[in-house]
């Protein structure tokens, strides 16, 4: 687990590595605690279960007992 201070900066960081990237980084939230609600609500309302999606969450967790 991070502290508080260091998800911020790593957040912080990601956004400008995505812009060095020429990736949108406006389209994301311009700070932390707003990513966790943009987060939430992409979940919520617009992840879709594909193939593609459970492949990915499959290597995410199939090392998990």
Request: aromatic share 14%.
């Amino acid at each position: 687990p991070l502290d508080q201070d260091t998800m911020e900066r790593m957040y912080a960081e990601y956004r400008t590595f995505l812009a060095a990237l020429d990736g949108d980084a406006a389209e994301l939230p311009a700070d932390l605690n707003d990513f966790w609600r943009y987060f939430d609500r992409v979940v919520e309302n617009e992840l879709e279960n594909t193939e593609a999606a459970r492949v990915i969450l499959y290597r995410l967790f199939d090392h998990l007992p």
